[in-house]
């Protein structure tokens, strides 16, 4: 399997990683616009630029309460074919190549309903990272 | 901006004068009704829409509406009866052209479009009446059976169809045989700026479409009254619901609690309806933006816009809000 490029982030205390090919930008977290009676995941919108852009709050999702310390907070926006939304993260730490085989199956450590998002569980020098596909992740797929 | 925006009049305009003339023509009696005509739409978007409309009521009178005499045949009254009809709806603006003539007969156009080779027999008798209208919309497809000077110029309702595809937008076809058909154009509203109305709920700001506000009005707490569950106030002699927009958005806190409110009086379809709001900003002119995919079809939602200090603020759509 070929080595893939992937950024790191970390939601609560659990780092994970997205394919770099889906991410279009990272950026500060910016005022948030609540929209309200969309679903529970949905932070609100962003003006990106002039773009409305639509905002996951992965950690209700995940059942994890948001860090402290907001100063590392970053939205991370994919762009997903003609699609774009962000997510917002705890911290984004750095962009890691991960070898093919040092990627495990997702269906061997999870076997909740959550596995459909997760691609597989990276291994990087003692650190796990639990890749993420994007497409999945936002309903798009 | 706002010269971008233009009433769709303009397009509208010309078509009475045409509708009239090619009835006299045919020697059909014709009642040619328009209705909204200043919706305002993109200038682009109304260059373009010109040619499909006017395809589209030539074909309503010429194909849609019977002769005088066929109609007194059918017990219908001997005028027959074309609506263009444009409106706002959410994101998007509807056209649509309604004749209460003949209506569309499914088996000739099973039959046409065999003959024409554009399905099998099979294909045909298998499909529902919405696939056998999309039809229509196939290059190389024509249902009069005599080419008139009219409406049978060669060009196909494919023409049509391609044109506001171009636009975005999509057509749709609604007909029962002996009783009318109405085709209707969906135009998204992306590009469009409209007039709205700025309020504060709680601490958010959410524009209105001014379209749908009949006034503003400020009544105390005292005039409040309630018809069983339902709040109501006696507006110049009507009573008038209430509903507050903090439990309708659902804001944290959402009890009002002031002296006096602000009420924003909307229409929804045709009946009146009042929104407490917290404070009333102000008249603005905004461009509409869609939410995107993922957060389409949220009740009372019809899109953003982004405000002159770059924050993003929704606006509401009455229609699907309460």
Redesign the interface.
Known sequence: MKEIQVVAFTIGSQEYGVDILSVQEIIKVL?I??????GRY?EG???LR?????VFNLHKRFGVSPADDKEEARIIVFQLE????GIIVDGVSEVIRINGDAIEDAGKVYQSLQADFIQGVGKVEGRLLLLLNAKKL???D | MKVRMVPIEQVFNRFPRMVRDLAKELGKDIEFIIEGKETELDRTVIDEIGDPLVHLLRNAVDHGIEYPQIRRQKGKPPTGLVRLVARHEGNNVFIEVTDDGSGLNLDSIRAKAVEKGLASSQEVSGMTPGQVTDLLFRSGFSTAQNVTDVSGRGVGLDVVKNKIESLNGEILVDTELGQGTTFKIRLPLTLAIIQALLVKVGN?TFAIPLSSVDETTMISKSDLKMVQTQEVVVLRGKVLPLVNARR????QDPDINEEVMYVVVVRKGDKQLGIIVDSLIGQQEIVI???????TG????AG?T?LGD?????ILDVGTLV
Do not use: Q
């Open positions: 005022t616009t609540r929209v309200p009676r969309a949905i919108v962003i003006n002039g773009n409305v852009i639509p003609d699609t774009r939304a936002l309903g798009l | 958010e309708l958005l659902e804001t933006k869609s939410l995107g995919k993922l957060l949220i009740p009372g939602v953003a982004i770059g924050a993003v603020s929704l």
